[in-house]
């Protein structure tokens, strides 16, 4: 229930800030109703707004929600040995990857199971569940801090964020081009507009929506495997393999699904058109990679 609260909270809170923005703007009408039908710069403007606002925002706030989804506790002073290893390794391996040391936080999960998050490469957070802790040994939790360092070297989270906010603007501008065709040029209103418009516009943005995921699912797929590369840098081929080949024999659990996609583990489908909605490659064919992969 608090994750459902939190959710929902944060995304009034989105649209309140966007609405805002907008009304900064001076983007008060998106359709003209004269004679030219349509406001293309107004509604390219609407559609940016939405479309890379509500992405740069959840990514401003990342961290805030991802220490309250996941319950992650960060590091300030190590407790314990586990502890002191955990800040010592991430902070050799940030310095080794050229970027400032992430936040290191610990969450309750029976998952192994580990992410990064942030808005910049210095300005990050690495966490791990105790799952994780409890069934790999030390060079198997060493490859996969390595890999969520090279998320946050690689800037993928950014990255996303960029492809969120491109895709999702096409979808809102496609899909109100389209609700304006179909109510003004198939159903003839030529006074502001009918259900035509929203109804079409509805449907159209979520069939829009559902292409566009396939789009930034496969770019993160892609970085799974370049994240996968850099943990091998950071640690080393065998104990990436390794770490991956005990993901396999682990609880299979993601993550909450705000933040499914910046887990080191995620959904398996057994459809094979499923998989083009699946933000993590399958963990056999990121073993298989990693062993052609030859480091330099």
């Known amino acids: 229930m608090k994750r459902i609260f939190l959710f929902l909270a944060t995304n009034i809170a989105v649209l309140a800030v966007l609405f805002f923005v907008l009304s900064l703007l001076g983007v008060s009408g998106i359709l003209d109703e004269e004679r030219v039908g349509i406001d293309y710069g107004n509604l390219l403007i609407f559609a940016a707004v939405f479309g890379f606002g509500g992405s740069f925002i959840s990514l401003a706030i990342s961290k805030w929600m991802a220490k309250r989804l996941t319950g992650a506790k960060v590091i300030a002073t190590p407790r314990n040995e ?15 990857a050229g970027i400032g040391m992430p936040e290191v936080a610990i969450f309750d999960s029976a998952t192994p199971n580990a992410f990064a998050t942030g808005m910049s490469r210095n300005n990050a ?27 946050v070297a690689n800037g993928d989270m950014v990255t996303l964020t960029l492809i969120q906010g491109v895709v999702n603007t096409f979808v809102i501008f496609l899909s109100r081009l389209v609700g304006h065709f179909v109510d003004r040029v198939i159903l003839k209103n030529e006074e502001g507009h009918g259900i035509g418009f929203f109804v079409t516009t509805i449907v159209t943005q979520i069939v829009f929506g559902i292409m566009a995921s396939v789009i930034v699912m496969w770019f993160s797929r892609q970085r799974e495997f370049r ?6 840098h950071l640690a080393s081929n065998e104990k990436m393999i390794s770490a991956l080949e005990k993901l396999k024999r682990g609880i299979q659990e993601p993550l909450p ?19 083009l909605f699946m933000s993590h490659p399958p963990l056999d064919e990121r073993i298989a990679a990693l062993k052609r992969y030859q480091i330099s």
Do not use: C, P
Request: no cysteine.
């Open 125 to 151: 957070l690495v966490a791990v569940s105790t799952g994780l802790l409890r069934t790999m040994n030390q060079d198997e939790v060493e490859a996969v801090l390595g890999h969520e360092v090279s998320h």
């Open 227 to 232: 994240a996968d590369y850099g943990g091998a």
């Open 82 to 96: 586990v502890e002191n290893w955990l800040m010592q390794t991430v902070r050799q391996q940030a310095s080794k």
């Open 257 to 275: 699904d705000q933040m499914a996609s910046f887990g080191i583990n995620g959904k398996t489908e057994k459809f094979e058109w499923k998989r």
